[in-house]
């Protein structure tokens, strides 16, 4: 089934990986994982941040943050992208049919067991709910000793998720 669901998402198009990450360091590694999948396949490597509102400087750390996140992804061969947008989930799903993104990768959402699936496709479904096209999303856990999680989104054979 996992075969199948890559498969679908394919289609023909080139592999673009993107990244989606906070103004915090963890998202150091989130934006390795990423760099590893785009690597692997040959794939475009995009890194986004939308901040909630109109301004990507929330408070005074933001900016040295996002600088030294942008220097990161920019030597692991991400393009950077940020975006200020009241809806947030509107603007990476726009984004994502925009450039086409075939697998994003997350951080794990706030949720108890990152096993649970029926926890896992809720707290993932408030941020993934308005994309509209075939996507693997990869969740990388806190734990870095739990594997990463693979959500099929908007599969031809109509799967809203299923977990690999």
């Not at 590893?36 to 929330?58: M, P, Y």
């Not at 794990?108 to 693997?136: F, G, S, Y």
């Amino acid at each position: 089934m996992y075969n199948k669901a890559v498969n679908s998402i394919k289609d023909d198009k080139s592999e673009k990986v993107l990244v989606c990450i906070t103004s915090q360091l963890n998202s150091e590694r989130l934006i390795d994982k990423a760099a590893q999948l785009a690597q692997e396949t040959g794939a475009e490597f995009h890194i986004l941040h939308v901040q909630q509102g109109d301004s990507i400087f929330n408070n005074s750390e933001t900016p040295d943050m996002m600088n030294t996140l942008c220097q990161y992804g920019s030597a692991k061969g991400g393009t950077i992208h940020f975006y200020c947008d009241e809806n947030v989930a509107l603007c990476i799903s726009k984004f994502i049919s925009q450039k086409q993104i075939t697998k994003i990768v997350m951080g794990q959402p706030p949720v108890k067991d990152v096993n649970d699936i029926k926890e896992l496709r809720k707290a993932a479904d408030k941020v993934l709910h308005e994309i509209k096209t075939p996507v693997e999303v990869i969740i990388v856990p806190r734990d870095e000793n739990t594997e990463d999680k693979h959500i099929f989104i908007n599969m031809k054979n109509d799967l809203k998720f299923v977990i690999a």
